[in-house]
Every structure is written in C-alpha cells, then in structure tokens.
C-alpha cells in the first residue's frame, strides 16, 4: 500500500477546487487518456494550428516527452495551485510567441498566440473532456452541472489569449461554436498523417519492452478504436478514417468496463499515471489522494493577478505583437516541441 503521507499538498486549490464540476470531470479516468488524445486529434482539422504543428514537427519528435509535457500543462490549470497556473500561463504563451509562419493553403499567417487558435485548443479540449466522461464514464451531468461546467470552462479561458466573450456558456452555444467552425475546418493530406498518427499515440508514453508489447499493442488498438467513436462521421471523413457502427458499439461497451473498473482503484490510476506522463502525477497526485493543500483556498483569476502581478494573457500578447513590429520574428516556426513548459526549477 502507498504511503499517502510522501504526496507534495499543493500550495492551494488554484482556481477551481474539489466542489468545481471540472475536478469531478477531468479526474475520472477518461481524462488523462482517450479525451487527451480526442483532443490532439480533433486539434488538426484546423489549417492554422495544423500548419504550425507541422512547422514545427512538434507531433513527431519526441512524443512521449510531448504527451507528458502537454498533459501536464492541461492537469496543471485544472489541479494546479495558483502560482503554478499562472507560471504556466505566462511561459506558454512566451513559448507561443515564436510559432509563427505560413499556412500553405491560404498563404496567410498564422500565429500559436492568435485568440481564435487559442479558443480552438481550448474548446476541443474542455469538450472532449466532457464528451468521453459522458460516454465511456458516468454520464450526463445533470444540468446545474453543466452550466458550472462551462462557467468554468470560461474561468480557465482566462489564461489563454482568448477573448472571454466568445467562450461557449452551455452546449448549445458550444454546438453552435462546432457549426460555425465546420466551414473552416480542412484535411490536406498532412492531416490526415497526423490524425493517423495520433490515433496510434497511447502507446508512445508506454515503456519499449518486448515483455510489455502485447500490453502496449492491446492499448493502442483500444484507444485508437475508443477516440474514432467519439469521432463525428463528418469528421473521420475528412480525415481519411474508417469504423463501422457495430465497432463503435462494441469499443464504447468495453472501455465504459474498463475506466468503470479502473475509476474504483487509486493505486491502479496512479500507477499508470507514473508510467505514462511522470511530470503529471505530481500534479494529480494530491487530488487522487485527497491531500488538502496548505492553504485550502480557491482563487479567482482576478486575485491572483495581482498577488502575483501579472497581466492577463491578452496584455501579454498585446506587448508581444508591439516587440514584434520592432524586430519581425523568422518567416517559419523556431520551436521543435521539446520546450520544457512547466520545468520552473
């Protein structure tokens, strides 16, 4: 049995805490797993962020340290204490701010920082979060839940570039957001090599043991199967991706078994966890364990900028775009994806 007493307590609850309905989400099993990689996949049908992502073969090389490093960043805004929050916050979008370049289809430029591919990332993210707890977990929330849920979806917009006006306060609006974005959404071939690359991605954090390679294979097929049947029709269309409905069928039974069995065991998620995304379970593990922080307390994003003295991410931005005018960045991406997002020190 684990000794709960060697978890680190974060400093406090950050900005949601254990009564929010994105620590009830984002901490079932799903989280971590099938809705991370929904996400990655979902994220490249947008010519823009593809563009980038393809700059700067930040899906390629390296991917376990990416995963692990990604994972960290999207349990650290949810799970994280305040000062780690805004210390993430503040070096993603420096971070951002050399991704920049030429979208080849339209010849325009694209920018990691633009509020519109920052709302892009963090939309597909809060809702496939939701979409597979629903699926493969518990279910529906009940509808006070899903309004908290997406207030809170808005809360954690706060430090991204997003414009805060444009963050969906329900699932109707978030459908409408989905209905206005198909016109935009595209797959050139590139996609669809990175969408066929993702798919096969739950296997790239897992240890290279010819011993384990049946348990990793067996994870792969899993999770490829389970991310297509969240997938729309439209969608896996687009991205050159076939699963007929019985498959579909089949694969949301059996993963519902599994994160139903795997949702009963702590010591089974936080053994994974270590495994698959080692810079994520310090993040996670005070929340599995129920290890209150220092200080009990959940902030809001107004208070803690200015505790800590900070701008907003759209300040940020702003001062960036200023610098820029004065010094123009290299016409392609400089950032191969092996940044170390949340090494503070």
């Not at 809705?35 to 563009?51: D, G, I, K």
């Not at 780690?84 to 030429?102: F, N, R, Y």
């Not at 269309?237 to 039974?253: C, E, F, N, Y």
């Amino acid at each position: 049995m684990s000794n709960h007493n060697a978890v680190v307590p974060h400093e406090d609850y950050g900005f949601f805490g254990p009564d929010s309905i994105a620590w009830k989400v984002h901490g079932y099993p799903t989280a971590t797993t099938v809705a991370f990689q929904r996400t990655v996949v979902t994220e490249m049908y947008e010519p823009f962020l593809l563009a980038s992502v393809n700059d700067t073969s930040a899906v390629t090389k390296r991917p376990a340290l990416r995963f692990d490093r990604t994972l960290q960043y999207m349990a650290t805004i949810t799970f994280g204490d305040s000062k780690s929050v805004v210390q993430a916050s503040e070096i993603l979008v420096k971070i951002h701010s050399k991704i920049t370049g030429t979208e080849p289809i339209s010849g325009l430029r694209y920018d990691a920082n633009d509020p519109e591919a920052q709302l892009w990332i963090h939309l597909t993210a809060w809702h496939s979060l939701l979409y597979t707890y629903e699926k493969f977990g518990p279910g529906k929330l009940s509808p006070a839940e899903e309004r908290q849920y997406w207030e809170e979806c808005a809360r954690a917009a706060e430090f991204q570039t997003i414009n805060l006006d444009d963050v969906p306060r329900s699932r109707k609006e978030m459908r409408a957001y989905y209905e206005r974005m198909r016109p935009i959404l595209a797959a050139t071939e590139a996609t669809q090599q990175h969408v066929e690359h993702l798919l096969d991605s739950a296997s790239a954090p897992l240890p290279d043991s010819a011993v384990l390679w049946p348990v990793v294979k067996l994870t792969q097929v899993l999770f490829r199967k389970a991310t297509i049947a969240t997938l729309p029709r439209w969608m896996r269309k687009m991205g050159g991706v076939r699963q007929s409905p019985i498959t579909d069928l089949l694969i949301t039974a059996t993963m519902q078994a599994i994160f139903r069995l795997a949702a009963q065991s702590v010591e089974a998620q936080r053994f994974l966890l270590r495994v698959s995304s080692p810079l994520t379970a310090p993040v996670l593990d005070p929340i599995m364990c129920g290890v209150a922080p220092k200080d009990p307390v959940v902030w809001s994003p107004e208070q803690a900028r200015a505790h800590y003295r900070t701008v907003r991410p759209a300040e940020q931005y702003a001062q960036i775009l200023a610098a820029r005018a004065e010094k123009p960045l290299p016409q392609h991406a400089a950032v191969d994806g092996s940044e170390p997002l949340l090494a503070f020190g």
